[in-house]
């Protein structure tokens, strides 16, 4: 059986007052299992590059596992992440949860030069690069050539050691059947699969996977003490969003990523860690 994870999503806003490395403390005490920042470098909102962010939050957390929520494939050369990822894993204690995805914001592609890739060639890309990492985690020389990304020969040292999970957020048939093959764990938003979509998505990635485990985690806004009319957030009182959180659990998704909303992401968390967490741990 697999142990449920429990994580709260910190913003990687740079603007000022924003304080990513105390809101992962604050987690971390409150008894979360992972952190999470998405990886959006292109804007007008003063941000931090995720990767960097993540390094000097794992630097300032002794227990709490690292998540990236998901890196965009076509921003990093895929045998560069491996190298990268190696070394926060290595850094951290062997905290790092490695999301990756297809990368949905072509204007950001756009904005920095890297092209825009279509629907499948982001998808090749994502198999491409999840070859190449592991292969790089775990061959002396490694020569892959895939159809976006292609290895020579190519030797990284030292190894993990110990494995380095890969989440994907993914949504399209292709995507999901990838996820079910290759991936440790599914991550979709609430926003973008409702749950009866979510549903059914899990199936076709359970499929794929022909029984290989492949952890279910789903991306949950949400916000105690309101009655909000949104259908992508999780709302109202604590037993309110016990119930709701319970029925998605239900559906299968028995790890979630919390993503506060509202003005007070702090005391939201805080909140849903000691109202709402002790109970639904208990439900799982």
């Known amino acids: 059986m697999t142990t449920p994870l429990f994580g709260l999503g910190i913003s990687a806003s740079a603007a000022q007052g924003a304080d990513p490395v105390s809101d992962a403390r604050a987690a971390e005490e409150l008894g979360y299992d992972f952190v999470s920042t998405s ?12 990767w960097t962010m993540l390094t000097w939050v794992a630097a300032a957390t002794s227990r709490v596992k690292i998540a990236t929520r998901v890196l965009g494939v076509p921003y990093r050369p895929p ?73 020579e020969q190519a030797a990284m040292e030292p190894k993990p050691d110990t494995p380095i999970p890969i989440w994907l957020g993914t949504y399209g048939n ?17 926003g973008f699969a409702p749950p009866e979509q979510a549903a059914v998505m899990r199936e076709r990635v359970l499929s794929a996977a022909q029984g290989r485990p492949v952890r279910c985690v789903y991306n949950v806004p949400f916000e105690i003490g309101t009655g909000s009319g949104s259908p992508s957030v999780v709302a109202g009182s604590p037993q309110a969003v016990l119930d709701r959180l319970g029925a998605l659990a239900a559906l299968g998704f028995t790890s979630m990523n919390f993503m506060p909303a509202g003005p007070d992401p702090r005391g939201q968390a805080e909140r849903l860690a000691l109202e709402v967490l002790p109970e639904l741990r208990a439900l799982v």
């Open 174 to 190: 292709r995507a999901l059947a990838a996820t079910g093959r290759l991936a440790d764990g599914w991550i979709p938003s609430l």
């Open 79 to 151: 045998a560069m992440v491996a190298k990268m990822a190696e070394s926060l894993h290595r850094l951290s204690g062997g905290r790092l949860i490695l999301g990756l995805g297809g990368g949905y914001s072509d204007e950001e592609f756009r904005a920095f030069g890297l092209g825009v890739p279509t629907p499948r060639e982001k998808v090749d890309g994502m198999v491409d690069a999840i070859h190449i990492m592991r292969g790089l985690w775990s061959q002396p020389e490694f020569s892959y050539r895939g159809d976006r990304y292609h290895t």
């Open 39 to 50: 990886d959006h470098p292109s804007g007008t909102e003063p941000s931090y590059e995720v």
